[in-house]
């Protein structure tokens, strides 16, 4: 094992159980292949893949913690709340998750609607084609079928032309409460993180309300090595992780082997400026 810093952790990906392409297992193996020693799957609004990552880490020999990524709704804007470490089973949490998943097919119909309404038939069944857990469609599979239908040249320019706000197939969506998602996350034994700040377009008043409600909540921290962020927002996110007092993660948030630009565990380390968030989990790590 390497030194706390040094740990190739990669805390944040997606199975097919919500919008990524593979299937847990084969999740599983690629974190492994690339070296991975601490892996955490962390499916949208859905913990149904939790046993099955656990078990598949496990037959590889990689320690593995429990993961999730919750949809919330802050400033009229949707932010992404990462939960690691807590018990997948706890009711408080796995109903908390289906209620934020409910609105999710009608979302989609609507969606769908708006894309009609542009000259794009059929988005609704299309998207359902590429959807690996009926509970949980999401722009990401819209984002597939426009691309085969040759809509778009690749996801990228789906979430660039459609999807997107003031683009056709954009619906508003209320999700959960910034302080719900902690406390389910919190209550379930677990810790809540902030996944990949610098993509919210906020104002520098409202990141910092963010981290300071989320604070408030009891969430402890914040993602700095994200697939999502530039080089610069590493050290941007990693001064905020220290005036904040927040641990830092470190995630690709895989989700396809060509559609990510960022591979399972092939992230830079962690700045030796912030406390790793795995070193307060080390009593959630489940070890192979
Ligand atoms: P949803 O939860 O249905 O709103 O879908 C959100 C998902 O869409 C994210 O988790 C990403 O996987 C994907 N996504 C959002 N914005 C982009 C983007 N600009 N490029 C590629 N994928 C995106
Ligand atoms: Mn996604
Ligand atoms: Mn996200
Ligand atoms: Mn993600």
Known sequence: MSAPH???ADLHCHSNVSDG???PEAVAQRAHGNGVELWALTDHDEVGGQHRARAAAHALGMDYLTGTEISVTFADKTVHIVGLGFDPDDPDLVQGLAATRGGRERRARDMADDLARVGIPGAFEGALKYVGNPDLISRTHFARYMVEIGVCGDPHEVFRRYLTEGKPGFVPHRWARLGDAVKWITGAGGVAVVAHPARYDFSPNEEYALFTEFKGHGGVGVEVVTGSHTAAEYQRYADVA????LLASRGSDFHDPTESHT???TLPDLPGT???VWEALAHRILRA
């Open 21 to 23: 392409t593979l299937t």
């Open 242 to 245: 220290r005036e904040f007092d």
């Open 263 to 265: 591979d399972l565990g």
């Open 274 to 276: 912030v406390t790793p």
């Open 6 to 8: 040094l740990m190739n």
